[in-house]
């Protein structure tokens, strides 16, 4: 089970935000990779991936966003948040089958 | 290009079997690591990971709806399909194929989506 938090996050413009992904079982796999996602869903749009692997972000994706975290705690991090952030974020794990999403968190603007 | 597009019918009925079309371009379920998935987003309501066809065409599903599912490659090669049996208006949802790399695991590339309401 993929547990996020919080539920709903308002933010200032040009505030750093953090949001909080945590597993029921460890995500490291035999091959010693950590196979947590992190995904956004702008409203009225498909998700869209920003992090692979913990920490390592899609080609396009600005470095104001960031993933850290190990074993079953992950964090999302936008050092600066701007409009176009607004949306659903999503942890997703890889590691297990079956895969699974957490609940989502929703970044709105204050 | 790397393109996905879902395509079905947009109005079931109860008790009927559901079939979803996914039609993929730039790559190949062929090619070593190169996986499909489906995922589901019923509306306002967060995504759930349905099921995934691989380039040894192993399949995995859900737990909870592993007996209603079945993931196949499609007529053309260039085809999943995802059918649903005994389709219930919680059902109700947008359905998403995405790509899926086994050397990370993640949904890198997804479709626009298919809205399907299940109602009588």
Known sequence: VMTQSPLSLPVTLGQPASISCRSSQSLVYSDGNTYLNWFQQRPGQSPRRLIYKVSNRDSGVPDRFSGSGSGTDFTLKISRVEAEDVGVYYCMQGTHWPFTFGGGTKVEIK | ?120
């Open chain 2, 1 to 120: 290009q790397v393109t996905l597009r879902e395509s079905g019918p947009a109005l079931v009925k109860p008790t009927e079997t559901l079939t979803l079309t996914c039609t993929f371009s730039g790559f190949s379920l062929g090619t070593r690591g190169v996986c499909v998935s489906w995922v589901r987003q019923p509306p306002g309501k967060a995504l759930e990971w349905l099921a995934l066809i691989g380039w040894k065409d192993d399949k995995f599903y859900s737990t909870s709806l592993k007996t209603r599912l079945t993931i196949s490659e499609g007529t053309s090669k260039n085809q999943v399909v995802l059918t649903m049996t005994n389709v219930d208006p919680v059902d109700t949802a947008t359905y998403y194929c995405a790509r899926v790399l086994s050397n990370n695991w993640g949904f890198d590339l997804w479709g626009r989506g298919t809205l399907v309401t299940v109602s009588s």
